[in-house]
Protein backbone atom coordinates (compact mmCIF):
# COMPACT_ATOMS: atom_id res chain seq x y z
CA UNK A 1 0.00 0.00 0.00
CA UNK A 2 1.33 3.53 -0.98
CA UNK A 3 1.68 6.57 1.10
CA UNK A 4 -0.20 9.87 1.01
CA UNK A 5 2.70 11.12 -0.68
CA UNK A 6 2.97 8.40 -3.77
CA UNK A 7 0.06 9.72 -4.90
CA UNK A 8 -0.45 12.37 -7.76
CA UNK A 9 -3.53 13.55 -6.98
CA UNK A 10 -2.14 14.05 -3.24
CA UNK A 11 -0.44 16.52 -4.86
CA UNK A 12 -2.65 18.12 -7.21
CA UNK A 13 -4.88 19.23 -5.13
CA UNK A 14 -2.26 20.52 -2.57
CA UNK A 15 -1.45 22.98 -5.74
CA UNK A 16 -4.77 23.68 -6.41
CA UNK A 17 -5.78 24.16 -2.80
CA UNK A 18 -2.67 26.41 -2.73
CA UNK A 19 -3.23 28.45 -5.99
CA UNK A 20 -6.82 29.06 -5.12
CA UNK A 21 -6.34 30.34 -1.71
CA UNK A 22 -3.97 32.95 -2.58
CA UNK A 23 -5.72 33.71 -5.17
CA UNK A 24 -9.07 34.18 -3.44
CA UNK A 25 -7.25 36.25 -0.66
CA UNK A 26 -5.78 38.74 -3.35
CA UNK A 27 -9.37 38.81 -5.07
CA UNK A 28 -10.96 39.36 -1.63
CA UNK A 29 -8.60 42.87 -1.49
CA UNK A 30 -11.32 43.86 -4.45
CA UNK A 31 -14.48 42.40 -3.16
CA UNK A 32 -14.88 39.72 -5.61
CA UNK A 33 -14.29 35.84 -5.32
CA UNK A 34 -12.33 33.78 -8.03
CA UNK A 35 -15.50 32.23 -9.60
CA UNK A 36 -16.85 35.83 -9.92
CA UNK A 37 -13.20 36.85 -11.35
CA UNK A 38 -14.36 34.21 -14.12
CA UNK A 39 -17.57 34.82 -14.64
CA UNK A 40 -16.38 39.10 -15.00
CA UNK A 41 -13.74 37.94 -17.14
CA UNK A 42 -15.63 35.70 -19.40
CA UNK A 43 -18.10 38.22 -20.32
CA UNK A 44 -15.68 41.14 -20.26
CA UNK A 45 -13.65 39.39 -23.61
CA UNK A 46 -17.11 38.15 -24.92
CA UNK A 47 -16.03 34.76 -24.37
CA UNK A 48 -19.86 34.10 -22.64
CA UNK A 49 -22.68 36.53 -22.73
CA UNK A 50 -25.29 34.72 -21.21
CA UNK A 51 -25.41 32.62 -17.75
CA UNK A 52 -25.94 29.16 -20.03
CA UNK A 53 -22.38 30.14 -21.93
CA UNK A 54 -20.54 30.94 -18.29
CA UNK A 55 -21.80 27.82 -17.32
CA UNK A 56 -20.62 25.85 -20.22
CA UNK A 57 -17.39 27.58 -19.94
CA UNK A 58 -16.77 27.20 -15.98
CA UNK A 59 -18.23 23.56 -16.09
CA UNK A 60 -20.77 24.62 -13.27
CA UNK A 61 -24.26 24.33 -12.45
CA UNK A 62 -26.23 26.85 -14.52
CA UNK A 63 -28.13 27.56 -10.47
CA UNK A 64 -24.53 28.43 -9.20
CA UNK A 65 -24.01 30.62 -12.30
CA UNK A 66 -27.36 32.32 -11.50
CA UNK A 67 -26.17 32.92 -8.22
CA UNK A 68 -23.03 34.72 -8.60
CA UNK A 69 -24.47 36.63 -11.33
CA UNK A 70 -26.89 37.82 -8.51
CA UNK A 71 -23.79 38.45 -5.99
CA UNK A 72 -22.29 40.38 -9.11
CA UNK A 73 -25.08 42.55 -9.76
CA UNK A 74 -25.58 43.55 -6.38
CA UNK A 75 -22.36 44.76 -6.11
CA UNK A 76 -23.08 47.17 -9.43
CA UNK A 77 -20.61 44.93 -11.29
CA UNK A 78 -22.65 43.46 -13.90
CA UNK A 79 -26.28 43.80 -15.51
CA UNK A 80 -28.50 41.40 -17.24
CA UNK A 81 -30.23 42.32 -20.04
CA UNK A 82 -33.64 40.97 -22.17
CA UNK A 83 -31.79 38.42 -24.75
CA UNK A 84 -33.19 39.71 -27.70
CA UNK A 85 -32.86 36.11 -29.53
CA UNK A 86 -34.54 34.53 -26.62
CA UNK A 87 -37.57 35.44 -24.17
CA UNK A 88 -36.42 33.41 -21.82
CA UNK A 89 -32.47 34.11 -21.64
CA UNK A 90 -30.84 37.35 -20.73
CA UNK A 91 -27.66 38.87 -21.87
CA UNK A 92 -24.78 39.57 -19.38
CA UNK A 93 -23.00 42.95 -19.20
CA UNK A 94 -20.32 44.82 -17.42
CA UNK A 95 -21.49 47.28 -15.64
CA UNK A 96 -18.99 51.08 -15.87
CA UNK A 97 -17.79 50.00 -12.48
CA UNK A 98 -17.60 46.69 -13.76
CA UNK A 99 -16.03 47.92 -17.12
CA UNK A 100 -13.19 49.49 -14.66
CA UNK A 101 -12.29 46.88 -12.22
CA UNK A 102 -11.87 43.83 -14.39
CA UNK A 103 -8.08 45.69 -15.60
CA UNK A 104 -7.54 46.01 -12.01
CA UNK A 105 -8.35 42.34 -11.49
CA UNK A 106 -6.64 40.81 -14.19
CA UNK A 107 -3.23 42.65 -13.60
CA UNK A 108 -3.70 41.03 -9.98
CA UNK A 109 -4.52 37.42 -11.64
CA UNK A 110 -1.10 38.55 -14.20
CA UNK A 111 0.83 38.95 -10.99
CA UNK A 112 -0.54 35.51 -8.69
CA UNK A 113 -0.08 33.40 -12.65
CA UNK A 114 3.47 34.92 -12.55
CA UNK A 115 4.15 34.12 -9.02
CA UNK A 116 3.34 30.44 -9.26
CA UNK A 117 4.45 29.71 -12.48
CA UNK A 118 6.76 32.15 -14.08
CA UNK A 119 9.77 29.82 -13.21
CA UNK A 120 8.08 27.40 -15.93
CA UNK A 121 9.31 28.72 -19.70
CA UNK A 122 6.73 28.80 -22.35
CA UNK A 123 7.01 25.69 -23.54
CA UNK A 124 6.51 24.23 -20.13
CA UNK A 125 3.63 25.77 -19.68
CA UNK A 126 1.98 24.72 -22.77
CA UNK A 127 2.94 21.08 -22.11
CA UNK A 128 1.51 21.64 -18.14
CA UNK A 129 -1.38 23.38 -19.70
CA UNK A 130 -1.78 19.90 -22.51
CA UNK A 131 -1.73 17.74 -19.66
CA UNK A 132 -3.98 19.05 -16.96
CA UNK A 133 -6.70 19.69 -20.36
CA UNK A 134 -6.61 16.14 -21.41
CA UNK A 135 -6.51 14.60 -17.45
CA UNK A 136 -9.76 16.76 -17.26
CA UNK A 137 -10.57 15.16 -20.97
CA UNK A 138 -10.09 11.73 -19.25
CA UNK A 139 -12.06 12.35 -16.39
CA UNK A 140 -14.93 12.62 -18.23
CA UNK A 141 -14.60 9.64 -19.80
CA UNK A 142 -14.60 7.92 -15.91
CA UNK A 143 -16.62 4.90 -15.23
CA UNK A 144 -19.09 5.29 -12.33
CA UNK A 145 -17.48 2.22 -10.76
CA UNK A 146 -13.81 2.03 -10.52
CA UNK A 147 -14.13 -1.25 -9.42
Given amino acids: MRGLEQYLGFWLRRLSDTVAHRLEQKLAEHGVTVSQWDVLISVYRG????????????????????????????KGLISRKPDPSSRRSFVLALTDAGRTLVPQLSL?????????????????????????????????????SLD
Avoid at 57 to 74: F, H, K, Q, T, W
Fill in 47 to 74: DATTASEVSALMNIDPGAVSRLVDRLEA
Fill in 108 to 144: TVDRHDQYFFGHLDEEERARLKEWMTGLLEHSHRMPD
